[in-house]
């Protein structure tokens, strides 16, 4: 009786963990698994000072878009790491699309396939979530849209 409930108060714990906000340590990203569009396992860098997010294909594209324009080493130089969380994206249009379109990228990309994500950092619908570290923790939380606003960010 008493296993049964450590586990069900472990599992309610888990299922209503809160979502990132300001103040939380860079490292809980570190709960969440990424790899690159070539299937490398990827871990978030701690001199990180921008994370980007896109949760759909239109504000990923606008990234990637933007990124494209960039030196291969922008993001780096810049302490900048962009996730594109593709959960809801079919495994079959991933696999016989997405990633062929992404390996094209001569920027890094980390991938997101898991749907807590989602639910723990902060999103607004068609909106770009970034995520500014400082001292190893997040400082500020905004929701960008436009190439411009990107390029503001990155380069502050």
Known sequence: ?????????????????????????????????????TGRQMKIPQKTKLVIVAFDKDT???INEYLDT????????????????????????????ALPKLQKYKHLIYLHYGD???????????KITLLRVEDSKIK???FISSKQELKAAIEK
């Open 1 to 37: 009786m008493n296993k049964f409930l450590a586990a069900l108060t472990i599992s309610a714990a888990l299922l209503g963990a809160d979502s990132i906000k300001i103040d939380s340590p860079l490292n809980v990203l570190d709960n969440f698994k990424y790899e690159t569009p």
């Open 140 to 142: 500020e939380i905004s």
């Open 70 to 97: 960039q030196n291969k080493f922008y993001l780096l130089k810049h302490n900048s790491i962009f996730i594109a969380d593709i959960n809801k994206m079919p495994s079959i249009i991933t696999s016989m699309f």
């Open 60 to 62: 990923g594209a606008l």
């Open 116 to 126: 807590k994500f989602q639910n723990s950092i902060p999103n607004k619908e068609e």
